[in-house]
């Protein structure tokens, strides 16, 4: 059978969730094959639990009257908020089965499900932001840093989606300490309410307060910080062949780049050779820039926060206001614009990248751009 184009909802009047239109997907059909903890899961494996999750949420009258939109990502949410379980799933030297880090993984693989798909970028991500943020509501009133936490969720995710989300995930399961984590539940949705950020981002008295509450401790998001940037860098990100190069030549034209496929071209590097150099090269021309105070481009892929922190990093150490533009092109559109270049990245390289792959936040720069093509 061919899995359908689009991923449908239950809908009014009966709320029947479809299952057999479902069953279709590989990735839905691996959970029936992952086994769970019983004291957190004694309801069995993953596949019925997913199952006893949606079956909750589907009679929640707090989902029924969502908007279309928030319903639609609330939905395929609890559809994928474990679907990284059986990558991620080990038994312990103690017998107990354990499935750490599966909400980031998680939220990786639900990123490019739904783009193969086709489904709306806004929904796509707040889909990613709950999945990567699905448990916190069972434990955030218990964290030091709750506040912090709490207001990166409204920027991703939405804060009493979240709270949706974690409601369907305990109440879709058999486990002793239920009733204790609904309370915490409970006890999250209150926190956000008194932190602002319930049903809206948490707001900043700037957007260089919110970078640096982010990037600094004992920062408070209402007391404004003192500006001290210095010098304006935009830093690109994107999938190869998702259009950066057009958009920096036509968008700053008159603007210094330090370009990662340039140095490429000028080293003699293939794209598939280890890139230790070139980024060296562009580090060091990057700081040329900066300490003259020069504007400048910083024009590479940039797809995980953990290739994007070293950079952003060096960018805050020269007291740079940091702009990040995010180019995003269609599943069918990303691979053609990328045989079309006179430089392609081999499709082995890009299917790497699509497994790491991360849309930057508003936690991770002063602005963050999002230029998505439909």
């Known amino acids: 059978m061919v899995a359908p184009a689009r991923i449908d909802l239950p809908e009014a009047p009966d709320y029947r969730v479809p299952w057999d239109a479902l069953q279709v997907f590989p990735w839905l059909r691996a959970l029936e094959a992952c086994p769970q903890d019983?004291?957190?899961?004694?309801e069995g494996n993953v596949w019925i639990h997913t199952r006893m999750v949606l079956e909750t949420l589907a009679a929640m009258p707090a989902w029924r009257n969502l908007p279309d939109p928030q319903r639609r990502a609330v939905?395929?949410?609890?559809l994928l908020h474990d679907v990284a379980k059986p990558a991620t799933t080990r038994t312990e030297d103690d017998g107990r089965i354990t499935a750490k880090g599966h909400s980031r993984r998680g939220e990786l693989m639900a990123r490019r499900i739904l783009w193969e798909?086709?489904?709306?970028?806004?929904i796509r991500e707040l889909v990613c932001g709950l999945i990567r943020h699905h448990q916190v509501p069972f434990f955030l009133i218990e964290r030091d840093d709750a506040r912090r936490l709490a207001a990166e969720i409204s920027l991703?995710?939405?804060?009493?989606?979240?709270?949706?989300?974690a409601e369907a995930d305990i109440r879709g399961r058999i486990c002793r300490d239920l009733q204790r984590i609904v309370d915490n539940i409970d006890l999250y949705r209150e926190y956000c309410r008194d932190e602002g950020c319930l049903d809206s981002p948490r707001?900043?008295?700037?957007?260089?307060?919110?970078?640096?509450?982010?990037?600094s401790e004992g920062r408070h998001p209402d007391i404004e910080a003192?500006?001290?940037?210095?010098?304006?860098v935009v830093v690109m990100s994107g999938l190869p062949g998702s259009g950066k190069d057009t958009y920096v030549r036509t968008h700053f034209a008159d603007w210094p780049v330090v370009s990662l496929d340039g140095l490429r071209d000028e080293l003699d590097i293939d794209p598939t050779d280890n890139q230790g150099q070139v980024i060296q090269a562009a580090r060091e021309r990057a700081k040329e820039h900066l300490?003259?105070?020069?504007r400048f481009v910083w024009n590479a892929t940039n797809i995980s926060r953990r290739f994007r922190a070293p950079l952003l990093s060096l960018l805050a150490d020269y007291h740079a206001r940091i702009t990040v533009v995010y180019i995003e092109a269609p599943n069918d559109v990303l691979w053609s614009q990328n045989r079309a270049r006179e430089a392609a990245v081999?499709?082995?390289?890009?299917?790497?990248?699509l497994d790491r792959w991360e849309v930057p936040d508003m936690t991770e720069a002063h602005e963050v751009r999002y230029v998505v093509a439909r």
């Open 156 to 165: 991703v995710a939405q804060c009493h989606l979240l709270a949706l989300v």
């Open 75 to 78: 939905y395929l949410a609890c």
């Open 117 to 122: 798909l086709g489904e709306p970028f806004a």
């Open 291 to 294: 300490r003259r105070g020069e």
């Open 38 to 42: 019983p004291i957190h899961h004694a």
């Open 346 to 353: 081999p499709d082995k390289n890009i299917h790497a990248m």
């Open 203 to 215: 707001a900043f008295a700037s957007p260089h307060t919110r970078y640096t509450f982010f990037h």
């Open 226 to 232: 003192w500006d001290d940037t210095k010098v304006s």
